[in-house]
């Protein structure tokens, strides 16, 4: 049902088609993930900002038994924006609670200035090259011999037959920019914001494929049974010989994640002691959890699509506290949020976000949580929330 109805507010299920598929459904089961899917942003569509959410759903309801509607391309349009925007369940999880859109907005005239930094590549011989996103060019050696080339914010590495010796580049993509990578064996990697990786030019034959990273990094790796791909995260190696993946590893979070999308990956603590207690196998649709604190793995069921979610430039929060929150907003848009609310901090909600400003969900938060907020130094400071706090 969740598939379904993420699908059907995706544009990849007309109304007809969701009433067929969802009709043996029983009525709460379909009421619950339609509330649910709905997405904080209809705040910003201010033209439904007075829709009551329990009429918007009946109105669905009726919309999609109707079998004489008009076909007219301009009228599904307006009824997948009334269906997209008309309804918001969000809240403190715990409470349960719903709030109305206030009708105040946070009043600043400070403005955000957002610095905007080059990712920067550092090459063998020493040398840097900061990447413009805007152009394309050639990636030389000391020999100024091209082994790859940048496209936007994508570079590729040329293959080769053989090396014997690795050679490494470096690549630190700054806050609030991404870049992708191909690497000479196929293997894709997509790099967030904050994050670096350091990696051979090529690879040895009969070697393993190794890389380290620092932050955050979704991987599509290249099979070859003879070279398994590991990617080391000082604490965490992660092993593998082809699948798809996304690791965690921010020096200032309290943990390291794996989420596994395809095939299987073996993780081991790689400063524990190497038996079975140091490492655990994930299949598809599970998460490994490392925490620095208490140094063992932890494995849950996930939607992987909320943890992959960035690299299609999408935020997506699930019982997210907002300490959490704010720290992937920071890293996402290159900004600094200091909250002084320790109890909003504790609070999780329910968000997605996908091509907002920062300022536009900070006018969302405003408006559902009545969060106070300034501008002064360049900074975000949260002041308080008018909305009650979880207790527990």
């Known amino acids: 049902m969740e598939y379904l109805v993420r699908d059907y507010f995706d544009g990849k299920i007309d ?3 969701m009433f067929e598929l969802i009709k043996d459904y029983p009525f709460e089961e379909v009421k619950k993930h339609f509330i649910n899917a709905m997405e904080i942003d209809f705040l910003l569509f201010k033209k439904y900002s007075n ?21 007219k391309k301009v009228r599904h349009n307006y009824h997948k924006i009334w269906f997209k925007y008309a309804a918001l369940f969000v809240g403190f999880i715990g409470l349960g609670l719903v709030f109305t859109v206030l ?12 610095s905007d930094e080059a990712a920067n590549l550092y090459l063998t011989d020493g040398t840097v090259e900061k990447l413009k996103e805007s152009e394309s060019s050639n990636i030389l050696d000391s020999d100024g011999q091209v082994i790859a080339v940048q496209t936007h914010e994508k570079i590729v590495y040329r293959p080769v037959k053989e090396v014997e010796s690795l050679k490494y580049n470096e690549l630190k993509v700054p806050y609030g920019k991404k870049f992708e ?11 967030n914001s904050g994050s670096s990786i350091r990696y051979p030019i090529h690879f040895v034959k009969n070697e393993p494929r190794e890389v380290i990273l620092k932050g955050e990094a979704f991987f599509k790796v290249s099979k070859d049974e003879a070279r398994p791909f590991v990617v080391n995260t000082g604490a965490v190696d992660v092993k593998v010989l082809g699948t798809e993946f996304n690791v965690s590893a921010y020096s200032e979070d309290d943990h390291i994640s794996t989420v596994l999308v395809s ?33 063992d793995f932890k494995v849950d ?39 002084s609310n320790e109890a909003l901090d504790k609070n999780t909600f329910n968000a997605y976000f996908s091509d907002e400003s920062i300022e536009e969900i900070l006018e969302i938060l405003d408006r559902t949580y009545g969060i106070e907020y300034k501008i002064e130094d360049n900074q975000i400071i949260i002041k308080y929330s008018k909305a009650p706090m979880d207790k527990k």
């Open 181 to 191: 990578l191909e690497f000479s064996d196929g293997t894709l990697v997509f790099l």
């Open 301 to 339: 069921d996930v939607d992987t699509s909320i943890y992959t979610s960035w690299v299609q430039d999408k935020l997506i929060f699930r019982n997210t506290p907002f300490s959490e929150m704010r720290k992937k907003l920071e890293r996402h848009y290159n900004v600094s949020i200091i909250n």
């Open 15 to 17: 109304d007809i088609q």
């Open 103 to 114: 009708q105040k907005s946070n009043a600043t005239e400070a403005t955000l200035q957002i």
């Open 51 to 71: 829709i009551n959410s329990q009429q918007a759903f009946e109105d669905f309801l009726v919309e999609i038994k109707s079998k004489e509607k008009k076909k």
């Open 263 to 295: 095939g299987s990956v073996q993780l081991y603590d790689s400063m524990g002691p190497n038996d079975e207690m140091g490492q655990v196998k994930l299949l598809p649709g599970k998460r490994g959890v490392w925490r620095k604190g208490d140094k």
